[in-house]
């Protein structure tokens, strides 16, 4: 009757005892023997050796047999509980679970069952299975409860929903755009019935608006709870993969004579199921450099006053949108001194460049590929590979570790990660007209700096926030695209937003920001696997790609890149402005181009508008001294622009020549009316006068 | 026909053409009888034209907004959304030596598969399907400066001039049409 159905719940039931099994073992050697503990887990064996006979699953029978045989004789007093034992009851739990992944999904089984049955039988076992990798259960990750295949795609589309509610969003602003326009054309109607008919179609219109913004809104709410949901079912507690850290740092301490208490909180914490794939790996090489490392043996340990048995911690808990994981141990700690001189005779940098880096920083120095302090090769780690393993992870999953280290007392990591990858919080900022979203945990302060925020060390521009100094760098440097974010013409503060990662922090000059946006992470294509100094891309709300900025990638490029040159800049600014900003206002291309070059070859900075309108929309951007404005354009004339600047707070002050061909006193009148300072008649028009009088008015 | 019906409305008018051009051909190779073709796609690229196996091409479209990545080499233009994924786009200019002008509104895309890489190849316009026999197809001319010649099946001569017949297994199977910056 061994069917596959049978056998898929046996194998489902097999993985619950298996697990007991060795929670049980563990906490039996960590809390004593009780025969209470003992009974426990003969029931577990007991169980599978039943169910593996009914289906006819013989080794799985003889090997759980043989098993409970043994529990029984600690249970009644007959063998005792010693370290042994419990290495060969682990090894025979990795073995029944070998056997039951065999039954499972067939292929060949490489260690001898006799072996085990006999060593579980004297107590002694004689060849101990190579190395049953601690790794051997990652299957467990992604065939759990459902088809996580499919819980992706739904993840996935459900994504793009979101997607398609920002695309619906945004067509509702544009009706009503649509509709605003529509108003203005209705004021504009002369004939009242016209008019009539215009208003009650207008009025079905804002009917349709409502409406529809109440069923985006609804929309809205729903993909929320559904992507949210959706997201909830990939979650899976932290415990899921701290269970075979335990086994691995007991087997390492045991290996190498240490004695180690590993206590884990937190299991609950749940967490993406594609996070804790990338964060196994990365903490089974932080736990094997804290045994291999950090904690010293029993004598040096009591040598140095501290107890034999070494300590270490592992923490995980839920943060404000994030998880974070604090592993800190009570070894001998990194030495900075020492990472210096490996990473010197490693050639990872030169002797000044280590000599520059504090003992906070010299510590990262161990997430360099080839770094490794060990001389000599071990299984465990010192191979040289393992932390920038870490450090690749950390960086795929966009996560920040930070390290902490006192020689001589201990050392403390922390994991800074997302709850999820699928979707970031992110900050859309534009850099000369292309949009780049920043995941917003590495964001810790917003900057709008002056010229005197900015000053300069060592050649290189720094600026000073809340009395510390952080490195400037330009994002659109980085990137090769220009000066984004510069200085510029207009008179405004320029932005900078202080970028953190390790503990090190930085300015990087953005141009504008556009907001704070929840961002489904995609990935770029099989042809684009890795580009240096983006992540990945999301889709924006009109449906075009915006990437994803890396910023550990912007920090490697801060460090080697020539900085900015915004004090040059404002310099150059300046010498602009003592002559003046002056916005020229113009609808033929001939006269405003002739006006520009006049005025600029005296030295002062010209801003073009092409019509009344553009000229409101320039004033109010940027800051000016003088208007130069024609009369006659399309739109609102020169009269009723100064007028306008005349109303508003801000240009009241400007001062207004009028340029125009109507000569009439009339026309000279009404100038003066509204506001102008000076009127001149294009008919009279010479460089001379027109020099002159913005010299008469501004200098 | 390896060519999916895309939405947007112009593709349509060239599938049916392809479509056409399909069916003829289908036509006249069962008249001929045992004359045997193949059929690429054809397009424009810096006043030439070149083909392509039709089994390569998965869709032709219009070209979509295209965001540039930066610091990334010259034949990767950017990336574009394409239904939800995000197709990164090959322009094969430079490889073929040829001018790069700017992309103009007739600029069309065709999405590619081959050398275990989807990418979408810019043209200046594709202009259809065409079987071409194979007895016609004639190894590239010698001694062309700088053109590499593993890039081009052949070529054929046709009424408008000579078709390049390019080798996208060899072209896309190069190691620079594939970006791993990180070494991940």
Known sequence: ?699 | MAIEENRSYDTRAILQEMREAYWEGIEQSAESGAVETRDYVVFRLGSERFGIPTGFAREVLRLPRLVKVPRLPAHICGIVNLRGQIQAVTDLRPLLGLPTTALSARSQLIVVEAAAITTALVTEGVEGIRSIPVAEIEPITEGLAGFPRDAAEGHVVTEQGLLVLLSLEHILGRTEFTINQKGE
């Open chain 1, 1 to 699: 009757m061994s069917s596959r159905k049978y056998i898929d719940i046996f194998a489902r039931e097999a993985e619950e005892h298996l697990q007991l099994l060795r929670q049980g073992l563990l906490a039996l050697e960590k809390e004593g023997f009780s025969a209470e503990r003992v009974h426990v887990l003969l029931r577990s064996a007991h169980t599978l050796k039943g169910s593996a006979r009914m289906l006819d699953l013989t080794a799985i029978g003889q090997v759980g047999h043989a098993m409970e045989d043994l529990l029984k004789e600690m249970e009644n007093g007959a063998r005792a509980l010693t370290p042994a034992i419990t290495d060969l009851l682990l090894a025979a739990t990795d073995i029944l679970e070998g056997l039951v992944g065999q039954a499972q999904t067939g292929g060949e089984v490489t260690f001898n069952i006799d072996n085990i049955v006999e060593g579980l039988r004297t107590g002694v076992l004689a060849d101990a299975p190579a190395a049953l990798a601690i790794e051997a259960d990652k299957a467990e990750l992604t065939t759990v409860r459902t088809s996580v295949a499919k819980l992706d795609d739904l993840v996935n589309l459900l994504g793009e929903m979101l997607i398609s509610r920002r695309m619906l969003e945004e067509r509702r602003r544009q009706l009503g755009g649509l509709m605003a326009e529509m108003e203005d054309f209705v004021r504009r109607l002369r004939k009242a019935e016209n008019v009539k008919q215009l208003r009650q179609m207008q009025a079905g219109f804002s009917r349709l608006a409502s409406d529809l913004e109440a069923d985006i809104q609804n929309l809205s709410y729903l993909t929320q709870e559904m992507h949210h949901g959706a997201m909830e079912l990939r979650m899976l507690p932290f415990s899921t993969i701290t269970e075979d850290l335990a086994r691995m740092v007991r087997n390492l301490a045991r290996e190498q004579g240490k004695e180690i208490n590993l206590t884990i909180s937190g299991g609950n914490v749940e967490l993406d199921r594609l996070l804790l794939e990338a964060l196994k790996p990365m903490l089974l090489h932080m736990l094997r450099n804290s045994v291999d490392h950090g904690i010293e043996t029993p004598e040096e340990r009591q040598r140095t006053g501290k107890t034999a048995v070494g300590r270490i911690d592992l923490v995980a808990r839920y943060e404000a949108g994030f998880v974070r994981l604090r592993l800190s141990d009570d070894g001998r700690g990194i030495d900075p001194v020492r990472i210096r001189e490996v990473a010197v005779r490693k050639s990872l940098l030169s002797v000044e460049e280590a000599a520059c880096l504090s003992d906070e920083e010299a510590v990262y120095l161990i997430l360099r590929p080839g770094f490794s302090t060990r001389e000599f090769i071990t299984d465990v780690s010192g191979r040289g590979v393992g932390m920038d393993v870490v450090k690749t992870n950390i960086d795929r999953v966009k996560g920040n570790l930070v390290i902490h280290s006192t020689p001589g007392v201990g050392c403390e990591m922390q994991l800074q990660l997302p709850l999820t990858l699928a979707v970031i919080t992110g900050m859309l900022i534009e850099c000369e007209r292309e949009v780049f979203a920043l995941p917003l945990h590495y964001l810790s302060e917003i900057l709008r700096l002056s010229e005197g925020d900015i000053h300069s060390e060592g050649g290189r521009e720094v600026v000073r926030v809340h009395g510390a100094t952080l490195p400037l760098v330009s994002l659109g440097d980085i990137l090769g695209l220009g000066t984004c974010g510069g200085v510029g013409t207009g008179g405004g503060k320029i932005t900078a937003l202080v970028l953190t990662f390790r503990e090190q922090r930085v300015a990087c000059l953005v141009g504008r920001i556009r907001g704070v946006q929840e961002l489904v992470v995609k990935g770029m294509g099989k042809q684009l696997k890795s580009v240096e100094y983006f992540s990945g891309v999301t889709i924006l709300g009109d449906g075009s790609p915006a990437l994803i900025l890396s910023v550990p990638d912007l920090f490697g490029a801060s460090l080697v890149g020539r900085g900015t040159q915004l004090r040059q800049e404002f310099a150059e600014r300046k010498a602009g402005e003592k002559k003046g900003r002056i916005l020229v206002v113009d609808d033929s291309i001939t006269t405003r181009t002739m006006e520009k070059n006049i005025l600029e070859t005296q030295g002062y900075t010209v801003t073009i508008a092409i019509s009344g309108e553009d000229a409101l929309l320039k004033v109010a951007a940027a800051a000016y001294d003088l208007v130069v404005s024609d009369v006659e354009m399309p739109g609102i004339t020169g009269f009723e622009l100064t007028a306008k600047l005349r109303q508003m707070e801000g240009t009241r002050d400007i001062p207004v020549i009028i340029v125009s061909s109507l000569a009439l006193d009339e026309h000279r009148r009404k100038g003066l009316e509204v506001g102008a300072q000076a009127y001149i008649v294009k008919g009279s028009f010479d460089q001379g006068t027109l020099l002159e009088t913005v010299q008469t008015l501004i200098g």
